[in-house]
T-cell receptor, first 111, second 117 residues
Framework: GNSVTQMEGPVTLSEEAFLTINCTYT??????LFWYVQYPGEGLQLLLK?????DKGSNKGFEATYRKETTSFHLEKGSVQVSDSAVYFC??????????FGTGTSLTVIP | DSGVTQTPKHLITATGQRVTLRCSPR?????VYWYQQSLDQGLQFLIQ???????AKGNILERFSAQQFPDLHSELNLSSLELGDSALYFC????????????????FGQGTRLTVV
């Protein structure tokens, strides 16, 4: 079946530190992969996506590369800001029936 | 603004009661998903509708039901409410494209916070 395993948090970083949140997946076929972000009191917002192997999604300084050989889609950012504090969800979608979400990783960035 | 509208934003009700949560998807999106988010269980998929028909079912209790209407808005009905049903309920919508019906991203509403007292 399909599933997403995401690095557990919470993660606390100092401002300007490098961020990596690990995500691996199990899927039949060729899924699309997503990172969503949830700020306090809000819904989930799409951060970036990749629809095929070796695609790199990027947005707001965040990047993730679809690695089929390692079934991974790790989220990275070179220099985090306080405003990046949020919960990050890795997700996959297969043939259109549903989205599979990881458990979420809480990130706190301190000045 | 994702374009997905959920009402109400907050709901407080007593155990044993019934409530209805409403979702209007983005214009043009045919697929609607419902999720429950609680502190201890994360984001749980409940059910998906596509163009008025149920397409996939997740961890939805028998006390819960949903439907999607001809104008594509959806309602989630929660009955015989228990304290443990207190959670954030999210609706999301997406477009299914292509012959393989591959998803694009899902767009989420702001959620309805349900508190059962």
């Amino acid at each position: 079946g399909n599933s997403v395993t995401q690095m557990e948090g919470p993660v606390t970083l100092s401002e300007e530190a490098f961020l990596t949140i690990n995500c691996t997946y199990t899927a039949t076929g060729y899924p699309s992969l997503f990172w969503y972000v949830q700020y306090p009191g809000e819904g989930l917002q799409l951060l970036l996506k990749a629809t095929k192997a070796d695609d790199k999604g990027s947005n707001k300084g965040f990047e993730a590369t679809y690695r089929k050989e390692t079934t991974s889609f790790h989220l990275e950012k070179g220099s985090v800001q306080v405003s990046d504090s949020a919960v990050y969800f890795c997700a996959l979608s297969d043939n259109g029936n549903q989205f599979y979400f990881g458990t979420g990783t809480s990130l706190t960035v301190i000045p | 603004d994702s374009g997905v509208t959920q009402t109400p934003k907050h709901l407080i009700t007593a155990t044993g009661q019934r409530v209805t949560l409403r979702c209007s998807p983005r214009s043009g999106d045919l697929s609607v998903y419902w999720y429950q988010q609680s502190l201890d269980q994360g984001l749980q998929f409940l059910i998906q509708y596509y163009n008025g028909e149920e397409r996939a079912k997740g961890n939805i209790l028998e006390r819960f039901s949903a439907q999607q209407f001809p104008d594509l808005h959806s309602e989630l009905n929660l009955s015989s409410l228990e304290l443990g049903d207190s959670a954030l309920y999210f609706c999301a919508s997406s477009v299914l494209r292509g012959q393989g019906l591959m998803n694009t991203e899902a767009f989420f509403g702001q959620g309805t916070r349900l508190t059962v007292v």
